[in-house]
């Protein structure tokens, strides 16, 4: 059966480490678009972020965002949206803020972090690098602090200070600190009215229960009519996985996580190796372009 939505993350997976979207990639998706295939974007970053990233390339696509809490259409149309109770969004905003946790809260009305965000990673720096003189740390945390000052946030002193008329779409977590990140992991894993996703290294982040990507592909797909063994899902973490396990075809990268590899139906190359574009010319039975 022919393939006729698919869906792609970004991060690890349609980005290089340079954090855009290449030529040999963007070619991919635009050939399949026009073999009359939808194409989007699923990822953990809000949508106006994605819009931002899609812009240089010329694509227009629908995009899932927040780790599948919110869908818009191509010409960026709200469809649909499942935002965590205020309630629980105010208890995970008050744990992270208690235990000097770095926070993006992702919400309709814009991404609202702690304005001392970035003083605090560099406090778990140095409190590692005097334990353990790794350079890398240092390089990952100004790596973070160049993402944050790319994504347009807004700063405030604290939690409290977010409108109370903004609807939480998805509350990301970053921790440096090895111990204090499986900490908010496990805190939070034990929680049923709620769902915890990881997505990166360093991070876990806090949706509503029913959030996931893989069911907002099957509400895309069901809003253009179809069915989801015509779907494609390519991915590389484990907020990934329900998508990749709900399509009709799961990829994962080359450079995914290990776990994630082993459930996908292929993997593909890795997201340096122009992996997306292989999978989808694989999927239109055509051979990468030289």
Same mark, same amino acid.
């Given at each position: 059966m022919?393939i006729?939505?698919?869906?792609?993350?970004?991060?690890?997976?349609l980005?290089?480490?340079?954090?855009?979207?290449? =030529?040999v990639?963007?070619?991919?998706i635009?050939a399949a678009q026009?073999?009359?295939?939808?194409?989007s974007i699923?990822?953990?970053?809000?949508?106006?972020?994605?819009?931002?990233i899609?812009?240089p390339?010329?694509? +227009?696509t629908?995009?899932?965002?927040?780790?599948?809490?919110?869908i818009?259409?191509?010409?960026?149309?709200?469809?649909?949206?499942?935002?965590?109770e205020?309630?629980?969004?105010?208890e995970?905003? =008050?744990?992270?803020?208690n235990?000097?946790y770095?926070?993006?809260?992702h919400?309709s009305?814009?991404?609202?972090?702690?304005s001392n965000?970035?003083?605090?990673?560099? +406090?778990?720096?140095?409190r590692l690098l005097?334990?353990?003189?790794?350079?890398?740390?240092?390089?990952?945390?100004e790596a973070?602090q160049?993402?944050?000052a790319?994504v347009?946030?807004?700063?405030?002193?604290?939690?409290?200070?977010?409108?109370?008329?903004?609807?939480?779409?998805n509350?990301l977590?970053?921790?440096?600190?090895?111990?204090?990140?499986?900490?908010?992991?496990?805190?939070?894993?034990?929680?049923?009215?709620?769902t915890? +996703?990881?997505?990166?290294?360093?991070?876990?982040?806090?949706?509503?229960k029913?959030?996931s990507?893989?069911?907002?592909l099957?509400?895309l797909?069901?809003?253009?009519?179809?069915?989801? =063994?015509?779907?494609?899902?390519?991915?590389d973490?484990?907020?990934?996985?329900s998508m990749i396990?709900?399509a009709g075809?799961?990829?994962?990268?080359?450079?995914?996580?290990?776990?994630?590899?082993?459930?996908?139906d292929?993997?593909?190359?890795t997201n340096e190796?122009?992996g997306?574009?292989?999978?989808i010319?694989?999927?239109?039975?055509?051979?990468?372009?030289?």
């Open positions: 022919s006729k939505l698919i869906a792609i993350d970004l991060d690890g997976t980005l290089s480490g340079h954090s855009y979207i290449n =030529e990639n963007a070619a991919a635009r026009q073999e009359g295939i939808i194409v699923a990822t953990g970053r809000a949508h106006h972020n994605v819009r931002e899609l812009q390339t010329g694509l +227009v629908p995009v899932i965002s927040s780790n599948g809490s919110v818009h259409d191509e010409e960026a149309v709200h469809l649909y949206s499942l935002p965590l205020r309630q629980q969004a105010m995970v905003l =008050e744990w992270l803020e235990g000097e770095y926070y993006q809260a919400t009305k814009g991404i609202y972090t702690i965000g970035h003083q605090r990673l560099a +406090v778990e720096v140095d005097s334990t353990n003189p790794d350079p890398t740390l240092i390089k990952m945390l973070m160049s993402h944050g790319k347009q946030m807004v700063r405030v002193s604290t939690y409290h200070d977010i409108p109370d008329t903004a609807d939480f779409y509350i977590a970053l921790s440096l600190d090895p111990d204090k990140l499986e900490a908010g992991r496990l805190h939070f894993a034990e929680r049923d009215d709620m915890m +996703v990881v997505s990166g290294s360093h991070n876990f982040e806090l949706e509503h029913e959030a990507k893989g069911n907002a099957k509400h797909a069901a809003h253009y009519g179809i069915p989801m =063994e015509q779907t494609m899902a390519i991915g973490n484990f907020n990934d996985v396990t709900m075809k799961g990829v994962a990268m080359g450079n995914a996580e290990p776990e994630v590899q082993a459930i996908a292929e993997v593909t190359r190796e122009d997306v574009a292989h999978a010319y694989r999927a239109l039975g055509m051979n990468v372009p030289l």
